[in-house]
């Protein structure tokens, strides 16, 4: 993961907490490390339970660094900590998962083998039904565990489950294997690989002028099969629904390889749609201190205020549900969150309304490539 351990040169804030990607001998050393420090407090002469010290994962500790030549933004953690104290009654569960997850990466790396968090969430549920119980619970405690050890959930052995597809001018290339053409793989796409080390070690070349990151994988059908990217040169890309680490890995990496390509983001006018741009866009506090890594400057093609205004039918037009409203709240409290995206935001809740990308089919199922020909021609995105 060389490029990636490379690029760490350019954040250099020093209030900038992150994860270093590690080679497996040295998440093991720092595993040791905290069990002999553990095992010290416990055998010295005042004998104690040391507690777990980790970097907090919450808003108040999250910061917005800008960069100064690109514009780019992303979120990023401060040094402020939180503890997981087997002393104390609302932790002590919280402090025993993560030495039964660290115990379990330990015998991962030590194998030399990668697992998904799924795998992962049922190997605890047969070893430790007490402590887990929940997909969520091995989720936060793996997120401790990297707060904890400052290394990378994937250098933890942690492998991505990918959902996501990739299609149009685009050829890739894994090591020893044949070249893939994007645009011949059909209405379901190239499936993007969950192993990341893979995904850094594909050869990809593309004669396209834009990517167009697709919120969802039927939309991202559609435009596959009406073969959008020889009318538009582009590469579709999609994690069908809220992003996967590996597809936001993917598309990083071709921010990185074609610098020159605007990232274009065709999401649902909903808050949840907005969300899932935000983190393609700036990453997530729950992943704070990885964010860097993934984010990239995808610019907001659609649905926007305007498109509904003028292209969708009241008819189309939905209630916002009570989730759509928390996550409005929280896109407006949102210290990165542009005035632009701010606007849409009150709109969506100021109209009480969402509407799907599917309502543009009232137009005709082929406007959907018109209404992106069009919006990009016009440089339509904010």
Not at 53 to 80: A, E, K, Y
Request: proline share 3%.
């Amino acid at each position: 993961m060389g490029e990636l351990c490379r690029s760490t040169i350019f954040f250099s804030d020093q209030h900038l907490c992150y994860a270093d990607i590690l080679p497996p001998s040295q998440v093991r050393a720092r595993i040791e490390v905290a069990v002999l420090n553990f095992l010290k407090a416990l055998s010295s002469n005042s004998p104690s339970i040391s507690d777990l010290s980790l970097i907090s994962r919450n808003s108040s500790n999250s910061r917005v660094s800008r960069g100064l030549l690109t514009g780019d933004s992303w979120i990023f953690l401060s040094h402020s900590f939180c503890t997981r104290s087997l002393t104390r009654e609302n932790s002590a569960k919280s402090f025993i998962r993560v030495w039964k997850v660290m115990e379990m990466c330990y015998q991962i790396l030590v194998q030399e083998k990668r697992v998904t968090q799924r795998e992962l969430y049922y190997k605890l549920l047969c070893d430790s039904p007490d402590y887990f119980t929940s997909q969520l619970q091995v989720n936060r405690t793996i997120q401790d565990l990297v707060a904890l050890l400052r290394c990378s959930r994937y250098s933890l052995g942690i492998m991505a489950s990918s959902r996501g597809a990739i299609a149009g001018r685009l050829l890739l290339q894994e090591p020893d294997k044949e070249v893939v053409d994007c645009s011949t793989c059909g209405s379901s796409g190239y499936a993007i690989s969950g192993d990341l080390e893979l995904l850094e070690k594909l050869t990809m070349e593309t004669d396209a002028r834009y990517i167009i990151m697709v919120e969802k994988h039927a939309i991202f059908q559609r435009l596959a099969e009406d073969r959008v990217f020889n009318q538009i040169p582009c590469i579709l890309i999609t994690a069908k629904g809220f992003p996967d680490i590996a597809t936001r890995f993917l598309l990083h990496r071709m921010c990185r390889m074609f610098p020159n390509l605007p990232v274009l983001g065709l999401v649902d006018w909903n808050p949840a749609g907005l969300a899932i741009l935000c983190t393609f866009k700036f990453g997530s506090i729950g992943m704070g201190l990885e964010a860097y890594r993934y984010a990239c400057n995808v610019k907001w093609l659609g649905l926007r205020k305007d498109d509904i205004n003028q292209l969708i039918p009241e008819e189309c037009l939905v209630p916002l549900k009570p989730r759509d409203l928390q996550i409005a709240k929280s896109l407006m409290s949102s210290e990165i969150l542009q005035d632009s995206y701010k606007e849409e935001v009150a709109a969506m809740v100021q109209s009480g309304r969402r509407a799907e990308i599917e309502a543009l089919y009232c137009h005709g199922y082929d406007y959907l490539v018109k209404f992106l020909a069009t919006k990009i021609v016009q440089a339509n995105y904010l």
